[in-house]
């Protein structure tokens, strides 16, 4: 069965980095995309980038480019997120999710990780 | 960026009631455009996709429709595990995808 199982919390100074890992088993990793998807307390979901595992291309939002870089790893089938330069706002759950078309970057997401806090505070 | 609105906000009802969650594109997603369920500490999961294309292995009491910029996930006599968050994302521009702010459906 399809899983995507995520790193732990973390807990993080306001301008450090955070890097978390999506460790993708039950399908061929190469053959689906990977985006990013934060949830403040409380709050909605907010898209934040997707990548490609077959070749590497990404897509980020507007709003973190420049802060936010995604990789995969296909021999070990792991998507990684790192958000530098955090601020308390970025305190949030960190889902990673598959996409359900094969053809990326636009899709919906049939399978979700189980989500990582990351919490930014002096 | 497509904003994406969902109402009610809060929707209260009773067990065996049929329920009617909305979201308005503010421009056209086409069919673009898909529903989640969210319980409290868990990953949201897919309902619907496509607007009308229930994903695998959700009841067929889930449905949805629409097209363009007005959606509708209806939920057609609600089971006491259907009390949770729903929220709408579109995936058609591909710049950014985007999800609406979520209708919470809770226990009357």
């Known amino acids: 069965q399809v899983q995507l199982v995520q790193s732990g919390a973390e807990v993080k100074k306001p301008g450090a980095s955070v890097k978390v890992s999506c460790k993708a088993s039950?399908?061929?990793?190469?053959?689906?995309?990977i985006s990013w998807v934060r949830q403040a307390p409380g709050q909605g979901l907010e898209w934040m980038g997707w990548i490609s595992a077959y070749n590497g291309n990404t897509n980020y939002a507007q709003k973190l480019q420049g802060r936010v870089t995604m990789t995969t790893d296909t021999s070990t089938s792991t998507a990684y997120m790192e958000l530098r330069s955090l601020r308390s706002d970025d305190t949030a759950v960190y889902y990673c999710a598959r996409d359900r078309l094969i053809t990326g970057p636009l899709s919906d997401f049939d399978y979700w990780g189980q989500g990582t806090l990351v919490t930014v505070s002096s | 960026e497509i904003v994406l609105t969902q109402s009610p906000a809060t929707l209260s009802l009773s067990p065996g009631e049929r329920a009617t969650l909305s979201c308005r594109a503010s421009?056209?997603?086409?069919?673009?455009l898909a529903w989640y369920q969210q319980k409290p500490g868990q990953a949201p999961r897919l309902l619907i996709y496509d607007a009308s294309n229930r994903a695998t292995g959700i009841p067929a009491r889930f449905s949805g429709s629409g097209s363009g910029t007005d959606f509708t996930l209806t939920i057609s006599s609600l089971e006491p595990e259907d009390f949770a968050v729903y929220y709408c994302q579109q995936r058609s521009n591909w710049l950014l995808i985007t999800f609406g702010q979520g209708t919470r459906l809770e226990i009357k």
């Open positions: 039950g399908y061929t990793f190469t053959s689906y995309g």
């Open positions: 421009q056209s997603v086409s069919s673009y």
